[in-house]
């Protein structure tokens, strides 16, 4: 359940975050209320963990106000769903496998493409690949 969940909403959330540049925000808090929802039931990560993924959002909402919205706050909320359906260690490894992808295409457009290092990437979909990476990593390991 938390896989087809989490697909949906980058899915969806990436189509809007490419094409407009926004994330739908009652989309997401029904996907958080989903994945919450899904956590209580299956108990597969703890209280204190879901609670942990949540606030992991929340930092990287902060660092949103404080960078003026270089990492935006739509990102923010995403990241903060992800944590209640994923838990605080495999959120931070998501945040982190999703940064270094968003790093690899912004270097490559702007040697590639000639765009300027304010060029804006949209988050969203790295978030998409990162946690198909941490799917086949976890599959890979037998944890899955």
Same mark, same amino acid.
């Given at each position: 359940?938390?896989?087809?969940?989490?697909?949906?909403?980058?899915?969806?959330?990436?189509?809007?975050?490419?094409?407009?540049?926004?994330?739908?925000?009652?989309?997401?808090?029904?996907? %958080?209320?989903?994945?919450? /929802? @899904?956590?209580?039931? =299956?108990?597969? *990560?703890?209280?204190?963990?879901?609670?942990?993924? !949540? $606030?992991?959002?929340?930092?990287?909402?902060?660092?949103?106000?404080?960078?003026?919205?270089?990492? %935006?706050?739509?990102?923010? /909320? @995403?990241?903060?769903? =992800?944590?209640? *359906?994923?838990?605080?260690?495999?959120?931070?490894? !998501? $945040?982190?496998?999703?940064?270094?992808?968003?790093?690899?295409?912004?270097?490559?457009?702007?040697?590639?493409?000639?765009?300027?290092?304010?060029?804006?990437?949209?988050?969203?979909?790295?978030?998409?690949?990162?946690?198909?990476? !941490? $799917?086949?990593?976890?599959?890979?390991?037998?944890?899955?």
């Amino acid at each position: 359940m938390e896989t087809v969940g989490l697909m949906c909403l980058y899915a969806i959330t990436s189509y809007e975050d490419i094409k407009t540049r926004t994330i739908p925000v009652e989309g997401a808090i029904v996907f %958080g209320v989903i994945g919450l /929802l @899904i956590n209580l039931f =299956t108990r597969q *990560y703890s209280i204190k963990s879901l609670v942990g993924g !949540l $606030l992991v959002g929340g930092i990287v909402y902060i660092f949103s106000v404080l960078s003026k919205e270089k990492i %935006g706050k739509g990102d923010a /909320l @995403i990241i903060a769903v =992800t944590g209640l *359906y994923i838990g605080f260690v495999n959120t931070i490894i !998501l $945040l982190w496998l999703s940064s270094i992808l968003a790093l690899i295409a912004g270097v490559v457009f702007v040697k590639k493409r000639k765009y300027g290092f304010d060029y804006e990437l949209p988050f969203v979909p790295f978030l998409l690949v990162g946690y198909e990476i !941490l $799917l086949m990593i976890k599959t890979i390991r037998g944890v899955l």
